[in-house]
């Protein structure tokens, strides 16, 4: 057997934070084969963003932060290699989206020349030769008359049309992985689904694995093959989309997957909502941390903390499939 | 037929934003709200919806147009008239946290709009307690608290008992629970509903989640660009809508959440282009740069909302009834 692209294993990021030490992300390992779709789903400060960039390289270790564990892409562990050995798998093995695009913007320089510096540095294309491909790249990611808008700024454009150009940085040295935390949370529904689409499309095209992150379990249920569900900083299920969506064996899973609204359903059907909120990670509770809000919770489950075994992390997982999906 | 707990006739707010030019945020919206029922507003960022809202309870008064709550009508009252006459219409933010007074406890946030109308009684404790019970906070645990010691839901919770103390007859939510965790905005919207039952509420839900606004309407507005382009009951919502906004809407929606039966008709937008400003709002019908359907008459006359029956009104030239 091949190694996977991406092999993350027991990967754990902690913070020094005035308040004191954080667990953002707490053991998590997760593979990843070439060409694959990976859903990331949680919610707010579950740790997704904060797995995301551990995985990129982009947080390491460093004064208040710690990381421990492995991240090997194509073999190489990024937390091993020195910063200019992680600049240059940025963009040519992995690359990363963010959710609003002009974090990875600068307002001062025009679109086409985003995409033509990355391109003469990684891939040491002349001038003339990187403005050539920096149009077909805008073409690529569906920019209506790319020529001309590789000349506008970045504030020229609509949020869908930066987010567009920012796939387009991310897709210039063809990255094996791409890394998209939240990449449409912030767009138009209508302009949602185009991106969705857009990214769905590439990945096809192009054979690359991609990580697609994200609060919204709709927009990662019909579009990745494996989703793993994140919870206080770990992964407390993992599996098939499909599967984790009809029957999810996590009691957290179950619980997400049924409060939310249906189109479906009937208006003003109860909501079989979660008690309490999520926890607080400076102080998190002990054993399974959904305990105080699980309505199986038993007393083992407030001592013991459930490993993640068989892809779910749970001392009573559920047995039956939700009735809504039935 | 009974008169309506909300009216309101033809809004249009402008905003002036220099140079001659202006934002056309809300351009002729009418709508009204039964005793008992929820409206839903609906549409994507931008659309007008939260300018509907402040229009609606007069912060800042519409440019035109006339808001009647009961048989009073708002528009045109002057500040102390005003305030008496609003009192019974609360609005709820997007923004719970930041929308409470940072430095004051729960206790107060909850009791500071009684306070305005100076009454003091000494059931006043028992007062706060019992609207933080009926909002699901224990009120040992919350009455001291400040705002930033308060998750979101938490936060919205408080907002909620304010409005209550006002003994309001229509409570307008804005984007109630856009900025809550998903496993918490089903506590709210249950919340919501419990509430509007138990205080005889008329209730205006914006949102732009469509899964939420059918799941706690009764009818719903979809706004494009300042317009209103179709209004129909909730339960007919992904079924039977007919503009084509509302289809792409729909159709833009994951998978997993549209019905088997939504007509299986993909609305392709016209062109993947830019959106069109509110600065500089296309003639006649607005969605005409985005439509399938569009057609030359479009462009030359704006389409009015009409009746088609069963309490389904649209506004477009084009759809096939
Ligand atoms: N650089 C940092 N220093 C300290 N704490 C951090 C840092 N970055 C993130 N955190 C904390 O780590 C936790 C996880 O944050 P993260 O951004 O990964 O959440 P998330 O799941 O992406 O949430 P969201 O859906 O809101 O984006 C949060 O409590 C956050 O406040
Ligand atoms: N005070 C203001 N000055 C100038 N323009 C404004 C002002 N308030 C709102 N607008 C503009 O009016 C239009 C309608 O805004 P509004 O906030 O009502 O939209 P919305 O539907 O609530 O959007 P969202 O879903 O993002 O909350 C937008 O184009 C907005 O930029
Ligand atoms: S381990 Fe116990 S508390 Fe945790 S999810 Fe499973 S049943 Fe619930
Ligand atoms: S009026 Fe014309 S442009 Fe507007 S929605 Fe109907 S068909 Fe489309
Ligand atoms: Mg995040
Ligand atoms: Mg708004």
New interface residues.
């Given amino acids: 057997m091949t190694a996977p692209l991406l092999e993350v294993d027991d990967l754990r990021t902690r913070f020094l934070t005035p308040r004191g030490p954080m667990v953002a992300v707490d053991g998590v390992s997760l593979t990843l084969a070439a060409g694959e779709t990976l859903g990331i789903v949680g919610e707010s400060g579950s740790g997704k963003s904060v797995l995301g960039r551990t995985i990129m390289g982009l947080i390491t270790n460093g004064p208040t932060t710690t990381v421990t564990g492995a991240v090997r892409v194509d073999g190489a562990d990024i937390h091993q290699l020195t910063p200019q050995g992680r600049r240059a798998l940025w963009g040519t093995k992995i690359a990363m989206v963010f959710q609003d695009p002009m974090t990875s913007l600068n307002p001062t320089k025009r679109v086409g020349t985003h995409l033509s510096e990355s391109l003469r540095f990684h891939r040491g294309l002349s001038r003339g030769a990187a403005r050539t491909r920096a149009v077909e790249l805008l073409k690529l990611v569906g920019i209506p008359e790319p020529e001309r808008r590789a000349g506008q700024y970045p504030h020229e454009l609509s949020g869908g049309m930066r987010q567009r150009v920012v796939i387009a940085m991310a897709l210039a040295c063809d990255p094996k992985l791409l890394i998209a935390d939240e990449p449409t949370t912030a767009l138009d529904v209508t302009v949602q689904k185009q991106i969705l689409d857009l990214l769905q499309s590439l990945a096809e095209r192009l054979q690359m694995a991609t990580i697609l992150i994200s609060h919204d379990l709709g927009t990662v249920s019909g579009r990745t093959d494996r989703v793993a569900v994140m919870y206080a900083g770990r992964v407390v299920e993992s599996g098939e989309t499909r599967d984790v969506f009809a029957q999810p064996r996590h009691p957290y899973s179950g619980a997400l997957i049924e409060s939310i609204p249906r189109l479906d359903a009937a208006s003003h059907s109860l909501l079989p909502a979660i008690v309490g909120q999520p926890p607080n990670m400076l102080n998190p509770p002990s054993g399974c941390r959904f305990a105080p809000r699980c309505a199986f919770a038993q007393d083992r489950c407030r001592t013991e903390t459930p490993a993640l075994v068989d892809d779910v992390a749970c001392h009573f997982p559920l047995t039956q499939a939700l009735e809504v999906h039935a | 037929m009974t008169t309506p707990a909300l009216e309101a006739t033809d809004l249009v707010v402008e905003f002036p934003v220099g140079r001659g030019q202006k934002v056309h945020a809300v351009s002729g919206v009418s709508l009204s709200v039964a005793p008992g029922e929820t409206l839903g507003i609906l549409g ?2 931008g659309c007008g919806k939260s300018t509907i809202g402040r229009a609606l309870i007069q912060m800042p008064a519409p440019d035109s147009g006339t808001v009647r709550l009961g048989d009073r009508e708002l528009t045109g009252l002057r500040a102390k008239e005003l305030r008496g006459a609003r009192a019974r219409m609360q609005i709820i933010m997007q923004d719970p946290i930041s929308s409470l007074n940072p430095r004051r406890k729960v206790k107060d946030l909850v009791w500071e709009s009684h306070a305005i109308w100076g009454y003091d009684g000494d059931d006043k404790e028992a007062k706060i307690d019992e609207v933080l019970r009926a909002v699901g906070l224990d009120p040992e645990t919350v009455r001291e608290r400040r705002p930033h010691e308060l ?1 979101g ?2 936060a919205q919770r408080v907002c909620i008992a304010r409005a209550l103390m006002m003994d309001p007859v229509v409570l307008i939510c804005d984007e109630p629970v856009s900025s809550l ?7 709210i ?2 919340l919501l ?1 419990a509430t509007k039952a138990r205080y005889d509420l008329s209730l205006v839900f914006i949102a ?5 606004v ?5 009818r719903v507005m979809v706004m494009y660009l300042g317009k209103s382009c179709e209004v129909l009951p ?2 007919d ?2 079924l039977r809508a007919v503009h084509p906004y509302t289809r ?2 729909l ?9 088997s039966s939504a007509n299986g008709d993909v609305v392709v ?1 016209r ?5 069109p400003s509110p600065l500089n709002p296309p003639s006649g019908c607005r969605f005409r740069t985005r439509c399938p359907l569009a057609t030359d008459r479009c462009a030359a006359e704006e389409p009015l909302l009409r009746d088609i029956g069963a309490g389904h009104q649209v506004a477009c030239h084009n759809v096939a009834l």
């Fill in positions: 994507e960022s998750s839901g938490q965790d998903v496993s918490v905005q089903a506590q919207l249950n509903e732009h989640d469509v899964a939420v059918k799941n706690i309407s009764d909730s339960e919502l992904h792409l809407l159709s833009s929606l994951p998978e997993a959440q549209q019905s937008e062109v993947a282009a830019e959106l």
